[in-house]
């Protein structure tokens, strides 16, 4: 990570400061990351777990400027449950990603934020504006279904929230994560011309599109792995897992035996694979 401390506002382009959260983990890398836009006014994008300690670091940072927007990428508790508490303070409307029904995030340990309920959905294209900012959002399901990017023309930037990671590939979870739509995504961020992303987790990535091709060919690789262990005569999900990622951290072994089932979905959906109880077959 470059230069950043939990706590502490850094400026990464004159429209855009960063507060790292401290929630480092297998999961966040070192931490959740706040961005804040604007300069005499701001926007908040993914204010972050919910701590006191970070939000008394974002009231730090906003230092009594008025906030215009409190934007939402998805609904992961390291993302939006501090939004309810910064709403409190500053007043500002939780803007962004549509809720998660309650059956999509089932479960007491569910990585969902349950109480999220935003003032406003933006829709593909909607902006929010302050003074010399604009932010556009960009829908970019698959790591969650209701993700969204931010894009912020006037720096030619693009918050990516956890679509892309300026560390690792994002997990694609079932049933909420969808590896096709991810992958959708993904070819269309590759479509468009963002100098820089800014993502929630990582250093920023200052050529994006090269990224963008890595983790689409990173896919496709894995893909062919799944379609080549079926045609040997693997089809249990564990013994994939234990062919594919040799060496793993035991802690992300759940992350990658999700991302091998979210690969398993799509290629049913395109009729090249199939299921038959916890068996996984080539389609006939």
Known sequence: MTDATAGRAERLDPL?????????????????????????????????????????????????????????????RDHSPLSRALQRETSAPILGCAPLAPDDAAGGDSPFDRDYAPDRVLAEGEQVTGEGWTLEAVATPGHTSNHLCFALPQADALFSGDHVMGWSTTVVAPPDGDMGAYMASLDKLLRR????????????????????????????????????LLGRGVHRVPDMLAAMYVGIDPRLAGAAEASIRAHLIDLRGRGLAREEEDMWMLAA
């Not at 009231?59 to 939402?72: E, T, Y």
């Not at 990173?218 to 062919?224: A, C, F, L, T, V």
């Open 193 to 228: 011309d963002d100098r820089i992303y800014y993502p929630a987790h990582g250093d920023p990535v200052t050529n994006p599109r090269r990224l963008v091709r890595g983790m689409l060919g990173h896919r496709k690789q894995r893909e062919g792995q799944i379609l080549r």
């Open 16 to 76: 855009v400061a960063r507060v790292l959260a401290p929630n480092p983990s297998p999961y966040t890398n070192t931490g959740t990351q706040t961005h804040l836009v604007g300069t005499d006014d701001l926007a908040v994008i993914d204010p972050g777990p919910d701590s006191e300690a970070h939000l008394a670091a974002l009231l730090h940072a906003i230092d009594g400027r008025p906030v215009r927007a409190i934007l939402i990428t998805h609904t992961h």
